[in-house]
């Protein structure tokens, strides 16, 4: 057939100019074209746009489809008019204009999407009783959606698409737009309220890891997926040297497969595009783009040609072979050229803490954090008696006068603020006195709620709670004779501090850019280019405290080398897991025991001769770390409280004339929100003379005021040791933030709670080692869990990587609940709509998402990477420091346990020294655990896969110790630098992961305990055989079945 030109198919291109001339279709048409078997026939945009239909040329088949400016309902007369053979039906592209047609067709044809609900409205800001907005969430004909959730127009060409963001997040609105530039979105924080003007889809936000996933097919039994960089994480678009946006193939499941044939057929277009969201295990189309082309393919150029070819030969020449030649028409003059994929920086990923051989690679990265630098954390607690308090309590507890209300949302506090802003006299005279008598503290008690609540000039609910618990009630008649109690005393309960500040923010980031530049390859490039090419596998969790995920995000965005603000970042890569890093409740009782333990201690004449272990280790004694002069220093500590509280006491009293003062100039309101996202000072408050951040001195002279009262009981002579580390606490921070006060005596405090406070808080969690890993192993049980789950479920995709013909052809049992594979749907064989056949190039072991975690595997077919089958996997929880004493305790005192008798600690005994001289585990504290692989020891062998534990104590507390001009001016900053980690065991010691499992499973949670996932699904191992060999059994039982049909 080739070379008899009077024969071929004439394949019309009815498409605009822009499209026809794409560098994607030129080159695909060019390969259809070299087989010979083809006339290719453009048809223009004079002659789509001028002529009529009945002169535009005649063809065989047709390639025709929608672009801005195409006439298609013209081509639609065309195609009635001539009846050419169309790739993708016309008719339908009129459904890929209105985003609702599209959801609906969907649905229809059962394709997963996110949960979503309609507002139509009939002119613009129509009032629809079906639609209202609250503060963090819309409600649609009954259907809620908290934020953050998504806002799409209904017009398919209107790509403005928000997503608003909750106030415990920081709040504001993140708008999607197509690439302009270097930017795909961008985040506005002021604003919070959606559109009116027009219809709209609200859907569920659905997190990815940040990553989106476009799917592109070619005929309904071929789908080539790529990924890239979610637009939602920064904005910014990732691009190569030539200025094209980075994206790498990757892997699709076969449920995702069976949605790519299902979408070509529910809107009849072979050829097209959509949208694939993961999000743990399960995956949803949010979008169908109609004909769509990969970019900077040759391999999927290949594909595509080859596989039209056969759809053409197919609907016009079906006596004819459609098998492809072995040398494929455009290659046969082609010279060899050698690869020219981009190259890894090592063939392996070394270790740079010390390696044992170039063939070690990593393959795990754990680290446990503390969250940065935050505000001193307070609590205000006054009974009230008042009558718009208690009305407020009944309005938000749904009128049950037994039960407690709890406030933390913007109206809500903003009703709390009103009513107490008409208690609190507008005159500042009284709260300074000393005076205990209690109508004056109770006045003093709701000026400093209502400066609380007037702090940053808006509400942001991850920084500010109230609660309101009834306590005395009156009975009383009702009008139709029925009694009722009603509460006529109430105790209110105001948290609020525990902020994190500039400095913590910049910690985090500067901790993040550590990570990347020291714990990855390739001086901080390799683990991006791991990141890029999806063979990083990251996840960050969080506890529920909001410091704690900005800390998380801030860490992230240093990582990943991320731009913008903190919100979208957090919503898009950090997951919240508070019962696994929240909490003291289990190790309550016992760390009290331990506490008044140490209270014993503290005040004995003998207590540096109370010993409680082998002498020569100074930690293995009661109440090891504490000083010698502990109850001596106590008097001395109350003393200089005082004097710093006298100082902000005069602060507060002239604050109003200060600030009315023409040379201090006004200044706006402090935004606590906008805050989050510096991480500089506000260099106009500290050059007029005001405390950093948002504490302005009435709460700052209570914060101290509070402190002096509770640390030392005049009339019972008693100090509350329980209160050191608070007291250290707000020294820290003022000697840090808010050193141009000129408090004097602050330094000469600060030494003296460092002291202390060195010796109270490691007690706290254990008087000595063996109660230090009771109380460790209660508070870390399921972090610890869930480490030896990340190690062992790494270990397990490593060996098979490198081994997968010793693996079993039958699926293995998984043993951690939390991951799990999507299941293979056996189809019917009468069912020919809802099976894909093998696609193009299939005969690979496919390599399916079987973890419930949401993972992105790269393609190696069409990736342009060595080594594609390489991983490493990234496990970043951040918590308090509750988590890191206890995981630090667990690590270093775990061979005490009897059930370990006999085994050498996890820690050496230099490090062992070194954390028992360490003062604090200050902020961005952190512990890290890094598996390597050795590949040239045998399978079997321990030796294979061994542990690395390095740990930092994080911000260097020694500057603010050290006067010289230098570190003054790196405190300017406000910002303490973060200490470099510190191996934990001897250098060329190999620490097998065996004997870290070992040594760490009685104190963690077993795998069998965690919760299942939400979804039951099979488990097959990752890279393994089983899926994929299950897949083909079930195409050729299909297959088998269609053949004897036909015949």
């Known amino acids: 057939m080739a070379g008899n030109a009077t024969k071929r198919i004439k394949v019309g291109v009815c498409v605009m100019e822009k499209k026809a001339t794409s560098s994607p279709m030129r080159k695909i048409l060019e390969r259809l074209e070299a087989f010979g078997e083809f006339e290719i026939i453009n048809f223009g945009d004079k002659v789509i746009l001028e002529d009529p239909v009945e002169s535009w040329p005649i063809c065989d088949c047709l390639i025709a489809f929608y672009s801005t400016g195409f006439p298609l309902k013209k081509a639609q007369t065309y195609a009635a008019l001539r009846k050419p053979f169309l790739v993708n039906e016309l008719e339908p592209q009129h459904l890929l204009h209105d985003r609702r047609k599209v959801y609906e067709r969907l649905e229809l044809f059962g394709i997963p999407v996110p949960k979503y609900a309609l507002v139509n409205r009939e002119y613009p800001y129509q009032e629809l009783y079906s639609f209202v907005e609250h503060e963090d969430y819309v409600e649609v004909h009954g259907k809620r959606f908290w934020k953050p959730f998504v806002e799409k127009p209904v017009d398919g060409d209107n790509h403005s698409i928000m997503i608003y963001y909750p106030s415990s997040a920081g709040g504001g609105m993140k708008v999607l737009f197509r690439k302009v530039g270097n930017r795909s979105s961008e985040f506005h924080p002021e604003v919070s309220r959606v559109r009116r003007e027009s219809s709209y889809i609200y859907e569920e936000f659905i997190p990815t890891g940040g990553t989106d996933v476009k799917v592109y097919t070619v005929g309904p039994d071929y789908a080539h997926a790529e990924a890239r960089k979610s637009p939602v994480v920064d904005g910014v678009v990732m691009r190569n040297p030539d200025g094209k946006e980075v994206r790498y193939p990757v892997l699709l499941t076969p449920a995702e497969k069976q949605m790519a044939w299902e979408v070509c057929g529910a809107f009849q277009q072979a050829v097209c595009g959509f949208d694939l969201l993961r999000c743990k295990g399960r995956s949803y189309v949010c979008d169908v783009n109609g004909w769509s082309f990969v970019k900077n393919s040759p391999k999927y150029y290949d594909d595509a040609a080859c596989l039209l070819r056969k759809i053409f030969l197919d609907a016009k020449a079906p006596h004819l072979s459609s098998t492809i030649p ?274 014993d201690i503290i005040m004995s004449e003998g207590m540096s001769t109370m010993e409680n272990g082998n002498s020569g280790f100074p930690w293995m004694i009661d109440g090891a770390g504490l000083p010698a002069n502990f109850s001596q220093l106590l008097p001395t500590l109350v003393q200089l409280t005082k004097k710093i509280t006298a100082q902000v006491k005069l602060l507060a009293e002239s604050e109003d004339e200060n600030l009315a003062n023409s040379k201090y100039p006004a200044l706006a309101a402090y935004d606590q929100a906008k805050a989050l996202g510096k991480t500089t000072i506000d260099v106009a408050r500290i050059a007029s003379g005001l405390p950093c951040g948002s504490e302005c001195f009435l709460l700052m002279f209570a914060r101290w005021k509070k402190l002096q009262r509770e640390l030392y009981h005049e009339r019972k002579e008693r100090y509350d040791i329980t209160q050191i580390p608070d007291v250290y606490d707000s020294c820290k921070y003022d000697l840090l933030h808010n050193t141009h006060l000129n408090l004097d005596g602050l330094p000469e405090l600060f030494k003296v709670t460092q002291l202390l406070a060195d010796g109270v808080v490691h007690n706290e969690y254990g008087i000595n080692p063996k109660q230090k890993l009771k109380i460790g192993s209660m508070i870390a049980r399921r972090l610890l869990g869930k480490i030896l789950i990340d190690l062992r479920n790494t270990r397990e995709e490593a060996i098979n990587i490198y081994e997968p013909n010793d693996l079993p052809e039958t699926p293995s049992i998984n043993t951690n609940k939390e991951e799990s594979e999507v299941q293979v749907r056996t189809p019917n064989k009468n069912d020919k709509t809802r099976w894909p056949s093998s696609t193009c190039e299939n005969s690979q072991d496919d390599v399916d998402d079987d973890d419930k975690e949401t993972k992105y595997r790269l393609d190696p077919k069409y990736a342009n990477v060595k080594s594609p089958e390489r991983h490493v996997r990234t496990r970043l929880y951040f918590t308090s420091e509750s988590h890191i004493h206890s995981l630090v305790n667990v690590l270093r005192y775990c061979n005490l346990d009897e059930s370990l008798y006999g085994e050498d600690s996890l820690v050496s005994i230099s490090a062992l020294e070194k954390l028992f001289l360490t003062r604090e585990l200050d902020y961005m504290s952190n512990i890290v655990l890094r598996m390597f692989e050795n590949t040239e020891v045998p399978l079997e062998d321990p030796k294979r896969f061994r542990i690395e534990m390095s740990f930092s104590h994080g911000a260097n507390l020694e500057l603010l110790e050290n006067s010289d001009k230098e570190v003054s001016s790196l405190l300017q900053e406000h910002t303490l630098p973060i200490m470099a980690p510190e191996r934990l065991q001897e250098a060329g010691a190999c620490l097998t992961l065996d004997k870290f499992e070992k040594m760490v499973r009685p104190f963690a949670m077993p795998a069998e305990d965690f919760p299942p996932p939400s979804f039951q699904q099979t488990f097959t191992g990752y890279f393994s055989r089983s899926g994929a060999m299950f897949e083909r059994l079930v195409r050729l039982f299909y297959k088998n079945t269609t053949n004897a049909t036909k015949q």
């Open 326 to 599: 072995p040398i494929l028409p455009w290659k046969l003059n082609e010279p060899i050229q050698p690869s020219e994929g981009l190259a890894r920086l090592e063939s392996g990923i070394i270790g740079t803490f010390g390696t044992f051989g170039q063939s070690e690679e990593l393959r795990c990265v754990i680290a446990i954090i503390r969250h940065g630098d935050r505000t001193p954390k307070q609590k205000v607690k006054l009974k009230v008696t008042e009558e718009k308090l208690l009305n407020l309590m009944l309005k938000y507890n749904g009128g049950n006068t037994k039960s407690e209300t709890k406030l933390k949302s913007a109206v809500q506090l903003q009703d709390l603020l009103d009513a107490t802003r008409l208690l609190v006299p507008r005159a500042s005279s009284g709260y300074g006195s000393d005076s205990e008598a209690e109508g004056i503290e109770h006045a003093e008690k709701l000026q400093q709620v209502k400066a609380v609540l007037e702090e940053g000039g808006h509400f942001s609910g991850i920084y500010r709670k109230v609660q309101l618990k009834p306590l005395k009630w009156i009975k009383e008649t009702k009008s139709d004779g029925d009694e009722f109690e009603r509460p006529i005393e109430a105790l209110m309960v105001l948290k609020y501090g525990g902020v994190l500040t500039h400095a913590g923010r910049k910690q985090a980031e500067e901790l993040g850019r550590y990570f990347r530049n020291n714990m990855y390859p390739g001086e901080g490039t390799g683990l991006l280019r791991l990141h890029s090419t999806y063979r990083h596998d990251l996840k960050i969790y969080s506890s529920d405290e909001g410091r704690v995920q900005m800390s998380a995000a801030a860490f992230a965005k240093g990582l990943l080398d991320l731009e913008g603000q903190l919100t979208p970042i957090l919503v898009s890569l950090v997951s919240k897991e508070s019962s696994m890093l929240d909490g003291l409740v289990d190790a309550r009782a016992e760390m009290k025991i331990a506490k008044s333990r140490l209270h």
